[in-house]
């Protein structure tokens, strides 16, 4: 089983951007489909953007200004956000799933603990 731990987030005015990185161990990232989720108080998590070996794909709210991305060397996934909007803010949650494409939480089995990214308006 990988073991997920995400780093990067903190406070940002609207229109800044911010780069989470979740580092894997256990097994490398080339192996899992490769996902990020949020989750805003009081909401349900939410996804985000997903990478395989297909390609990326976006949350409709994120695409244009979010960029997620896979270092194998690093055994990293990363998500580089731009021009941030307080509705963005929330708890970023890296996930990875064996097998196919998904975008439901549901079907991702490992989680990292989460970070918490904050725009200010």
């Known amino acids: 089983q990988v073991q997920l731990v995400e780093s990067g987030g903190g406070l940002v005015q609207a229109g800044g951007s911010l780069r989470l990185s979740c580092a894997a161990s256990?097994?490398?990232?080339?192996?899992?489909?490769m996902g990020w989720f949020r989750q805003a108080p009081g909401k349900e998590r939410e996804f985000v953007a997903v990478?395989?070996?297909?390609?990326?794909y976006y949350a409709d709210v994120v695409k244009g200004r979010f960029t997620i991305s896979r270092d194998n060397d690093k055994n990293t996934v990363n998500l580089q956000m731009t021009s941030l909007k307080p509705e963005d803010t929330a708890v970023y949650y890296c996930?990875?799933?064996?097998?196919?494409?998904?975008?439901?939480?549901?079907?991702?089995?490992?989680w990292g603990q989460g970070t918490q990214v904050t725009v200010s308006s």
């Open positions: 996930a990875a799933r064996y097998g196919s494409f998904a975008s439901r939480p549901a079907d991702f089995a490992a």
């Open positions: 256990g097994r490398t990232v080339s192996s899992y489909v």
């Open positions: 990478i395989n070996w297909h390609g990326a």
